[in-house]
T-cell receptor, first 116, second 114 residues
Framework: GAVVSQHPSWVICKSGTSVKIECRSLDFQATTMFWYRQFPKQSLMLMATSNEGSKATYEQGVEKDKFLINHASLTLSTLTVTSAHPEDSSFYIC????????????FGEGSRLTVL | AQSVAQPEDQVNVAEGNPLTVKCTYSVSGNPYLFWYVQYPNRGLQFLLKYITGDNLVKGSYGFEAEFNKSQTSFHLKKPSALVSDSALYFCAVRANTNAGKSTFGDGTTLTVKP
């Protein structure tokens, strides 16, 4: 099956710094990728839809200046958490949409962010 | 708008017994339905999907799900549970016109006891 690589798996940073998380579709091109946030024992919260070559579409309540999304190529989307605070600590997951037949989502392995 | 309900936060079964994880959905148009499994600190793994055709869908690791249009349900089942099936399970739906943007249920934690 298709592979989506997410990096880093774990990251610890200090308050006030910025952290970048990468999501790569390794064997297919993805015009659309999605970024989610997951709190412990909770569901996925869709943060934004990342569109190649255009601005991301953010869900209501998600600060676009806080969570910067860039989708500069058909295989790479990045999420940058700017001026991180401890409340940004979470598990972030990306998915890439492969537009074959009816289309299918493939998920990255997630990134655990801890802000000290 | 589309939505998914997983009414059970937790399902406990004994190893070897059948298991069911419930899911109901709401969507405009024809639904595409999915089940995913998540292990601790990992991403989601695809189990199975219903797009069209036979209402009984078979997927990975012996799991299957039955699409019931009248009840708007898509329950996940397995005839004989394994301890290794213990994980967090998510049901998801999207309209056939909604490219990729799926809505996920809150998840059900399945615990299979030896």
């Amino acid at each position: 099956g298709a592979v989506v690589s997410q990096h880093p798996s774990w990251v610890i940073c200090k308050s006030g710094t910025s952290v970048k998380i990468e999501c790569r579709s390794l064997d297919f091109q993805a015009t659309t990728m999605f970024w989610y946030r997951q709190f412990p024992k909770q569901s996925l919260m869709l943060m934004a839809t990342s569109n190649e070559g255009s601005k991301a579409t953010y869900e209501q309540g998600v600060e676009k200046d806080k969570f910067l999304i860039n989708h500069a190529s058909l295989t790479l989307s990045t999420l940058t958490v700017t001026s991180a605070h401890p409340e940004d600590s979470s598990f972030y997951i990306c998915s890439a949409f492969r537009e074959v037949n009816t289309g299918e989502l493939f998920f990255g392995e997630g990134s655990r962010l801890t802000v000290l | 708008a589309q939505s998914v309900a997983q009414p059970e936060d937790q399902v406990n079964v004994a190893e070897g017994n059948p298991l069911t994880v419930k899911c109901t959905y709401s969507v405009s148009g024809n639904p595409y339905l999915f089940w995913y499994v998540q292990y601790p600190n990992r991403g989601l793994q695809f189990l199975l999907k219903y797009i069209t055709g036979d209402n009984l869908v078979k997927g990975s690791y012996g799991f299957e799900a039955e699409f019931n249009k009248s009840q708007t349900s898509f329950h996940l089942k397995k005839p004989s549970a394994l301890v290794s099936d213990s994980a967090l399970y998510f049901c998801a739906v999207r309209a056939n016109t909604n490219a990729g943007k799926s809505t996920f249920g809150d998840g059900t934690t399945l615990t299979v006891k030896p």
